[in-house]
């Protein structure tokens, strides 16, 4: 497919989404296109792209692939230029790719952190640059990042993801204070348990475990509404913002206790 011969209807509102080939994004993808919007949809997989793409026949809207390493801070910001270049702009955005690395605290490497830094965080941030830029030159636009409930507080086997998510969750925060003055809505998506092929290759329980298509329609429904904060499952979320405010000797008695 040619992106470059696929412009948006100059009424239907444009959102990119990374990280769109499978998982949360895929289905987000294919949930925000039902709903009439035209999905700009970038990832690594120029395959899984193009068939995300076909999925979208027949739907309100339409998916069109834009691959990319969101890594690569001059890719990133060739393809913010060439979304708004094709389609007059991005009205929102969903930063949702990112990755997880499990290990134990006794097999702690900074490679593994640096992988997750690289792809959770930075990527978020050269996102970020060029999509702060338009928006604020327009006035308006949504930016919602893909963060984790795990960024709330320190979890076993999660010290380099959870350290990127807690950082994304802060970044957002004060994001937000600032850019709500310019006319641009910062969101932060906190999941739980996604049922994906990331969560897929877990060895742990997995409370509260939920199936990607329900997680794709909380945030198709955050999009919309005034909130900050987009998290789910409820009452997870519910427990772990409890856990939030614990103090650290009853925090930790009950982490090593679940453990």
């Not at 230029?81 to 702009?89: A, L």
């Not at 930063?95 to 952190?113: E, H, M, Q, R």
């Not at 978020?124 to 338009?134: M, Q, S």
């Not at 970044?171 to 641009?184: F, K, P, Q, R, W």
Request: hydrophobic share 45%.
């Amino acid at each position: 497919m040619n992106v470059n011969q696929d412009k948006a209807p100059s009424d239907a509102p444009v959102i990119w989404i990374t990280g769109a080939s499978q998982g949360i994004g895929e289905a987000v993808a294919i949930a925000m296109a039902r709903e009439g919007m035209v999905v700009a949809a970038s990832a690594r997989n120029v395959e899984r792209l193009e068939a995300l793409a076909n999925q979208s026949t027949g739907l309100k809207g339409s998916i069109i692939p834009y691959p990319l390493d969101v890594t690569d801070q001059t890719a990133v910001n060739k393809t913010v230029h060439k979304i708004i270049e094709n389609h007059g702009g991005i009205d929102q955005a969903i930063l949702n790719a990112g990755t997880y690395i499990s290990a134990p605290a006794t097999g702690f490497t900074s490679d593994a952190v640096r992988q997750q830094v690289e792809l959770n965080l930075m990527g978020v941030c050269h996102c970020l640059e060029p999509l702060i830029a338009f928006m604020t030159k327009r006035g308006q636009g949504t930016i919602a990042i893909n963060a984790s409930l795990a960024g709330y507080r320190g979890l076993p086997r999660a010290a380099g993801y959870g350290a990127t998510k807690a950082a994304l969750i802060n970044m957002a925060e004060s994001l937000n204070s600032e850019l709500s003055d310019v006319g641009i809505d910062i969101k932060i998506i906190n999941p739980g348990f996604v049922k994906t092929p990331l969560t897929s290759k877990n060895q742990f329980p997995m409370p509260f475990l939920m199936e990607v298509d329900k997680a794709a329609q909380v945030i198709v429904k955050g999009m919309k509404g005034r909130s900050f904060e987009i998290r789910f499952p409820r009452i997870f979320a519910a427990i772990l913002g409890l856990l939030r405010r614990l103090p650290y000797p009853l925090y930790f008695w009950l982490i090593r206790k679940a453990g």
